[in-house]
């Protein structure tokens, strides 16, 4: 073997070079899977969880309101 045939082998899926590169994007595609799947639904749901409160404050002003009506 010379030393250009050495040097593919390192890159190689086989050779130590390679195995690290497909291990290392293995886990980067892992990270990025759990990002958009899982944490953008948390995003979402806590987005409508704020329009829940949203709506749970303005029903709560509209009680307070009946409460104590304005005496104009």
Do not use: C, H
């Not at 759990?34 to 639904?41: E, I």
């Amino acid at each position: 073997m010379s030393i250009w045939e050495t040097n593919l082998y390192s890159y190689s899926p086989t050779g130590f070079i390679g195995f690290w590169v497909l291990f290392v994007g293995l886990i980067f595609t892992s990270i990025m899977f759990y990002f958009v799947f899982f944490r953008l639904n948390d995003a979402n749901a806590s987005y409508k969880d704020r329009e829940r409160r949203d709506l749970e404050k303005v029903k709560q002003k509209e009680r307070i309101a009946r409460l104590y009506p304005n005496k104009n």
